[in-house]
Every structure is written in structure tokens, then in C-alpha cells.
């Protein structure tokens, strides 16, 4: 063989050797990703907590109720999703001060069958939030409304764990795993990334000077996106039909942007880096890869599962204030939660 084909050939092996290096650097990479992102989640896995509903059982690891046996089904990671009524999560306005989370979802993800059911909470929800004085003393609990528990903190990760400890009360002492937590600036500049969230209008809502009409197909960037799932009416049910908006906007940028990542899997990197000014979290990057790998399918936000709870919202001088049906509370826990024995 010639020399400068011998040569030429030499090049070619050290070329593909270093290709297949780097497909295994990155392989390797995606592995200790993946493997350490799923060992940081069911550390603190727990069953619910002693209750007084009509017809519910508890034992150690497990629950009867109406006669049916239910375990915790270890496959399930639980998410508090916040929004947040403040332009800059990161800015401390002091105990009391920091805003409150306008918008709270739990979403909890079967990493095995990849479904994801959410459980919206009304804002107005009554459950005792752990209270603090203007110096960050614990005083107490105050038995109000659950999107108040955000303001008793010193920065945001203390809030988001303060709202975290009364979602956990609300749902009976279930564990809840991590939290995000996005401010309205964060809202604005994610769908302006993504290029928008398409979505038909299931209210008339003003943003841009104008009311746009039910039935009206939108593409919501910036600030009309922050309009959209922020607006309600001063009324009794103001703040069930922007639930319902937040709903409908949730699945839809859900399945947008997870369209986009599954297309390029670097945009998962590229999304997160993007929002670390506007969110706070303790998810770390490999959880969220192992989430991503893990669950993310086409058009994710249609198969999103809404378990409503039902209850009772009152009046209650200048404040709305919504008390859960005990029954639709533990239904929903343990269609998120369990799996029947």
C-alpha cells in the first residue's frame, strides 16, 4: 500500500476514535444525569398523615378507604409549580412582603407510565401557613388563605418552602418532592423564547388595549401571556376562571416547548439557563434531565390529568375564602398519589 494512502487511513481511525469518543463522553454524561437525578427524588416518601374523613383508614405504609386497600406507588415524583405576583422572585422585600403564589399546581409524574396528573389548589384555600415576624421569628400558624404562605419569607427559596409545608397540610401530610417557582418577568421572557403559546381564548380577556373573544385562536408572547393567566374579575368566581386559564395555558406551553426539546434535547439546557433569573428552585439539572428523558412525549400538555377538587368558596368579609370537599380532597390524593393493592 502507498504511503499516502497508509497515511490517509491512519487519519481516518484516529478521526472515528474520536468521534466514538465523544458519543461516549456524552453517553456517559447523559447516564450519571439521568441515574443522579433519579436517586435525588423519593428520599422523604411518606403516607398520609392521621385524618378525619369519613371512611379513610391509615396504616404505616398503606391506606383503606370505602374499602379499598391503596399503597403509595413509589414510581410517583411530586412538583409544587408556583407563580409567583412579583416581577422579580430574587428581590427580598422583607417577612411579609414578597408577593403572593397567585397560581399553585401539583403535578405528580409516574416515571413508569409517563402520566402526569396535576392538582390545581385555589389560591383562596384555608390551611394554617406558618407565620413570621418582620425579624423572622417563628410566631405560629395562622389558619388564611394558602397563597399567603409565599409572603413569610426572607428570600425565595424560604417562601417557596413555606408554601411547599402548607400544600404538604392540605393534601395531608403528602410529601411533596421539590418546588419551581417563576415570577411574572420569567413568564414573559420564556414564551417570547419559545416563540409563543398557541391557544383558543376560554374567556374574554383585555391585554394590548383590546378584549380578545371566546373562541378567538391566540398566540400568547410577553406581556399579553403574562395577561392571560394573571387577569381575573373582582368577583366570587374571579379566581376560578383564571384557574381554568391557567389550566388551559399550562398544557399548551407544556406541549410547545416540550415539542421544541424533544426536536433538539439541547434546548432543555438551553430553556433552564434562560429562567434561572426569573425562577426559584431545588431541582438540580440532573433531576431535570432524568424528568425530561423519563416522561417528555409529543404533545405532553394533552395528556395532562386535571384532578379538581371540589369544595366551597365564601365570602368572607373583603376576602374569598374556599374550604375542599373532604371526600373530592382524598379522591384526588389518591388518584395522584397511589396505586389500589
Known amino acids: 500500500m502507498p504511503q499516502k494512502q497508509k497515511k490517509t487511513k491512519r487519519i481516518i481511525i484516529i478521526v472515528l476514535l474520536v468521534i466514538l469518543a465523544l458519543i461516549s463522553a456524552l453517553l456517559l454524561t447523559y447516564f450519571i444525569l439521568y441515574h443522579h437525578g433519579k436517586m435525588q427524588f423519593h428520599k422523604n416518601d411518606k403516607n398520609i398523615a392521621a385524618s378525619e374523613v369519613d371512611g379513610l383508614e391509615i396504616d404505616e405504609d398503606s391506606i383503606t378507604y370505602n374499602g379499598k386497600n391503596y399503597s403509595l406507588n413509589k414510581d410517583v415524583v411530586s412538583i409544587l409549580f408556583m407563580g409567583i405576583d412579583k416581577e422579580r422572585i430574587g428581590n427580598n422585600l422583607g417577612y ?3 408577593g403572593q403564589a397567585d ?8 416515571t413508569s407510565t409517563k402520566k402526569i396528573k396535576l392538582i390545581p389548589i385555589q389560591r383562596e384555600t384555608m390551611v394554617d401557613v406558618n407565620a413570621y415576624s418582620k425579624d423572622g421569628k417563628f410566631v405560629g400558624t395562622n389558619f388564611e388563605q394558602i397563597c399567603l404562605a409565599f409572603a ?4 425565595a427559596a424560604k417562601s417557596c418552602e413555606n408554601v411547599k409545608t402548607s400544600v404538604s397540610r392540605y393534601l395531608m401530610g403528602i410529601n411533596i418532592s421539590s418546588y419551581v417557582a417563576i415570577d411574572l ?19 374574554s380577556v383585555t391585554y394590548n388595549d383590546r378584549k380578545c373573544s371566546v373562541g378567538e385562536s391566540l398566540l ?3 406581556k399579553n401571556a403574562r395577561v392571560y393567566i394573571q387577569d381575573r374579575t373582582e368577583t366570587l368566581d374571579g379566581s376560578t376562571k383564571r384557574l381554568q386559564r391557567q389550566k388551559q395555558f399550562l398544557s399548551a406551553f407544556a406541549s410547545t416547548a416540550g415539542n421544541q426539546i424533544l426536536t433538539d434535547f439541547t434546548k432543555l439546557k438551553l430553556y433552564y439557563d434562560t429562567m434561572i433569573p426569573f425562577i426559584s428552585t431545588d ?4 433531576q431535570i434531565s432524568y424528568l425530561a428523558t423519563a416522561c417528555l412525549t409529543r404533545d405532553i400538555g394533552n395528556i395532562f390529568e386535571y384532578e379538581t377538587i371540589e369544595g366551597e368558596m365564601v365570602q368572607n368579609g373583603k376576602f374569598a375564602e374556599f374550604t375542599p370537599d373532604n371526600n373530592s380532597l382524598i379522591n384526588a390524593i389518591i388518584t395522584a398519589f397511589y396505586s389500589e393493592n
Do not use: M
Not at 397560581?103 to 409516574?110: E, G, L, P, R, T
Not at 431541582?283 to 440532573?286: C, I, N, V
Open 103 to 110: 397560581s399553585i399546581f401539583v403535578a405528580a409524574i409516574n
Open 220 to 222: 400568547l408572547k410577553g
Open 96 to 98: 411579609g412582603k414578597n
Open 185 to 203: 418577568d420569567g413568564v414573559e421572557v420564556i414564551t417570547n423564547k419559545i416563540g409563543g403559546v398557541p391557544l383558543t381564548a376560554i374567556e
Open 283 to 286: 431541582l438540580s439539572f440532573s
Open 152 to 155: 413569610y419569607g426572607n428570600d
